[in-house]
């Protein structure tokens, strides 16, 4: 069992080993602050990480291509999960679960037998899970600390950015302290981690750091950087809590302490460019029954960008360039050759202006979802939700999110959500808010009053011949003046057994005759009949 019975940042005048020597005072956090840089559009994550020394260190990401899979695999310098095969984000950003702007380990090859002892502190580019999504990037610093030791007692642990103390009460196969710090920062803004400034080779020492680099990532070295002087890992074993018995790590001489000067570090060196803003607003396909299809491309970025795509499977080839407006939006729509009865899972935009580094977006190229009708009816408490996609020649299979029905359906419910989502097996998705509607038919007539144009006279067909949003069935003030009076009876009279005054067949018979006649009287000197959508009318 392990107890970390407390931690210690180092004071100003603080000895840390036997005799007179003293180190730096360590900051208060242990570490200084450092700046993230703007997001990279190629990956989500920062451009770079400075510290407060003015270090800026990019993703190390110099690679060699594996003859197998054809993907970027770890060469000399950098160390990174390689890229998954057949995920596209893991590909375009080249690499998989896990890359370093920074990495720095302590190694303990010189420990004596029976204590080992694990030193990370990283700066990391991770994600949610272990599979590369765009969405869940999950950058941050860490501080690791993880010890065997071989005898029960106080630990007192030194290292670049302060000290922690742990109490080991019982051993254990394995490690006996395993300790943490995992701080997630963001990009564009000042951070506070557990470490940095970034430790890097002691230039002073040979070899020197391959150009471009901090260290190699594989040879140990003395390093520079530790904010408190502390540019060791120690390790020294006390008998009692105070830390003032000395108790004797076995195979060490009789000695209590234990310390390495020797880190394997990486870091690449921020060049200073970044790269071409460009985001992709939507990549899409759309095909018919006639096995027509095109693609459309839609992007926004720096506005002196040049903008192309490329694809497979029918996609003409070569890169094909999108129109900018001048105003940083980007389009192109191509249609699929020589047909649409393959349509490529992803299309590759990519992005070049003169002063910045290329970008390149793998993306899905997905059907268009439109939700055409989301509406709750208060009266019978359904929800109805009907939809349809781009992809009318081999239609997909369309969800609804919060029913986990496909669509359409109509749902009883009684609470409906305020919004819904429909999914497309063919990767399209559109959300829109649920209407509330009343379904009451007063009249019986089929339609809801809601939308019925003439509330006290059934008319299903909702004739409204005039265009005035009152149905012909309650609609014979003719003259629009608010109310059926003897110049509508006269109007009426004139076009008696007229095929070709509309306005005039109240019933809809397609002629004027006396039943239109006694429509009107049953509503002479009353106003014209409610509607729900009626345009508003003079008062009788």
Not at 47 to 61: F, I, K, P, R, T
Not at 230 to 242: M, P, Q, V, W, Y
């Amino acid at each position: 069992m392990t107890h970390k019975i407390k931690t210690r940042l180092l004071a100003a005048a603080l000895g840390l080993c036997a005799g007179s020597q003293a180190h730096a005072a360590c900051p208060e956090d242990g570490a200084t602050p450092f700046t993230a840089g703007p997001a990279n559009p190629n990956n989500g994550f920062a451009e770079y990480v400075q510290d407060s020394n003015g270090l800026a260190l990019e993703l190390c990401s110099v690679s060699t291509i594996d003859p197998v899979t054809g993907l970027p695999g770890n060469a000399p310098n950098c160390f990174f999960d390689p890229p998954q095969p057949g995920n596209p984000f893991s590909e375009q950003i080249g690499f998989g679960a896990e890359g370093f702007w920074w990495l720095a380990q302590a190694d303990d090859a010189a420990f004596p037998a029976g204590l080992a002892a694990v030193l990370v502190m990283a700066a990391e580019a991770a994600f949610l899970t272990e599979t590369p999504r765009d969405g869940d990037q999950f950058p941050f610093t860490r501080l690791r600390i993880r010890l065997d030791v071989p005898v029960v007692g106080f630990y007192r642990v030194t290292h670049p950015y302060g000290e922690q103390v742990f109490e080991v009460t019982t051993l254990v196969p394995g490690q006996e302290v395993r300790e943490s710090f995992d701080i997630e920062f963001a990009p564009d803004a000042v951070n506070q981690g557990r470490v940095g400034p970034w430790l890097s080779w002691d230039p002073a020492v040979e070899p020197p750091a391959p150009a471009g680099f901090i260290g190699d990532g594989v040879t140990s070295h003395t390093v520079v950087g530790s904010p408190c002087g502390t540019n060791f890992l120690r390790i020294e074993a006390f008998s009692d809590a105070a830390l003032t018995l000395p108790l004797p790590i076995p195979n060490n001489g009789g000695s209590n302490t234990v310390q390495t000067d020797l880190f394997t570090v990486q870091g690449q060196i921020f060049d200073g460019v970044l790269a071409t803003p460009m985001v992709s607003d939507r990549t899409s396909y759309s095909r018919d029954g006639a096995s027509t299809a095109q693609v459309d491309v839609f992007t926004s970025g720096a506005t002196t960008a040049s903008v192309t795509f490329s694809g497979a499977a029918n996609v003409p080839a070569g890169n094909l360039p999108l129109t900018g407006d001048g105003s940083g939006s980007f389009y192109a729509s191509e249609l699929l050759d020589p047909n649409g009865s393959v349509v490529p899972a992803t299309v590759t935009l990519a992005a070049t202006d003169v002063t910045t580094d290329p970008t390149t977006l793998i993306r899905p190229l997905t059907d268009v979802v439109s939700i055409t009708r989301a509406e709750y009816d208060l009266v019978t408490q359904t929800l109805t939700v009907e939809a349809a996609s781009s992809d009318t020649l081999v239609p997909p299979t369309l969800t609804v999110g919060e029913l986990g029905l496909p669509a359409p359906v109509s749902a009883v419910l009684t609470v409906p959500p305020g919004r819904v989502t429909v999914t497309s097996s063919a990767g399209g998705t559109d959300a829109e808010p649920v209407l509330v509607v009343d379904s009451t038919d007063s009249e019986g007539d089929g339609v809801p009053d809601t939308h019925d144009n003439c509330l006290s006279l059934a008319n299903a067909d909702q004739r409204d011949t005039d265009g005035d949003g009152y149905g012909n069935r309650c609609d014979a003030d003719f003259n629009q003046n608010g109310v059926v009076d003897p110049a509508d009876f006269s109007t009426l009279k004139a076009a008696l057994g007229s095929r070709a005054a509309p306005n005039q067949d109240l019933n809809g018979n397609g002629i004027v005759d006396p039943a239109d006649f006694s429509i009107l009287k049953a509503n002479l000197g009353q106003p014209v009949g409610a509607s729900c959508c009626g345009v508003p009318l003079p008062p009788p």
